[in-house]
């Protein structure tokens, strides 16, 4: 890999986040970067903004669950939102970061699954058990994850990561860093690659 | 014109829809669209939904400011923020409707008049005098302006047009609805024009 890494933040709860997941790693590819996978917890992060969740609000709500829909159609992904919505994702984010430290691989293979888990089954994937069982599906070690959710390290990660996006002002998911020049939102993907391309406007 | 028109809200405060108000027309004219300029007043809307003016809000505020900037110089426009900012639009949207009625021609130049005013030239165009300035400059009668500002039917438009905006779920500035569908943002205009082209997705 030539140039600095990309860096993707993202919640696990948001489903902008899931589109942005399907699509990332190839942006990396196709300009010879690293993607560094960041779930955050954005519940934390609403709280320093006073934002709310955004399906859950008036007006803006039913538009965005409806382009949701189509872009999910025209990327040609499956889509719907999870029983329970939004969904608790300190689990999620803690076992991603479980796996981090030793196969950022498989901490990858394992963020997909759950989202896939969540937006494409419809799970909630708020609870621990929820998210072991999607590392066996896939064929991730159980008592592994077990453990590194409880691990002490592991959560001063998640807790580092959350603070340390709203320490760059990152204030939403998906949210695209690259070169220092930051990007907000699955419909900027576009303008990420072509700053890539060109090497900024 | 083959199509139904494209309809393009936006208020006079918005910078996205100050970009915006550059772009749509080629889009019409690309679709053969007549594209109908429907000015409104995000103040009664934001009420409505409980939000407030994006580049007053902490971490998005910064965001977006630097978003405005480098978006501005990629469709090479010039842009800074209006002195005072947000601004009352209210004479700017009646004066946009009193022309609109007889020539929606002139109305639209002076919709981007005002619009290069207030993030070309940094002004405040809140107020009658100024908007009947901006008027002049570009060879409108001021006289007529000012008569059709303080028309009550010209009042009722506005006022319905910002209604029929809630009443049809448009929550921001600038917002685009074409064949029933509805899209937010400057940056979904390639959005728009793919939708167009392939008949949706």
Not at 17 to 28: F, K
Not at 98 to 122: C, M
Not at 187 to 192: F, K, N, Y
């Amino acid at each position: 890999m030539v140039g600095a890494p990309i860096e993707f933040y993202f919640d696990f709860s948001s489903p902008y986040g899931y589109l942005a997941a399907h699509r990332i790693d190839e942006v990396g590819a196709e300009f010879a970067r690293d993607v560094l996978w960041r779930p955050i917890l954005l519940g934390a992060v609403f709280k320093a903004t006073g934002q709310s969740p955004l399906v859950s609000q008036p007006l803006r709500g039913p538009y965005h669950l409806h382009d949701l829909r189509r872009t999910a159609r025209r990327l040609k992904l499956p889509f719907q939102l999870p029983r329970d919505f939004p969904m608790a994702t300190i689990a999620a984010a803690r076992a991603f970061y479980a796996l981090d430290a030793g196969s950022p691989k498989d901490a990858r293979r394992l963020a997909l699954a759950l989202f896939d888990a969540a937006f494409q089954r419809s799970i909630n994937i708020g609870a621990t058990e929820t998210v072991l069982d999607i590392a066996s599906e896939i064929g991730i070690d159980r008592a592994a994850i077990e453990a590194g959710i409880k691990d002490n390290a592991v959560k001063l990660r998640l807790k580092a990561e959350t603070d340390g996006a709203i320490a760059r002002d990152i204030f939403g998911s998906p949210f695209f860093v690259a070169d220092g020049e930051m990007f907000w939102g699955n419909d900027r993907i576009p303008d990420l690659r072509d700053w890539l391309k060109t090497g900024g406007w």
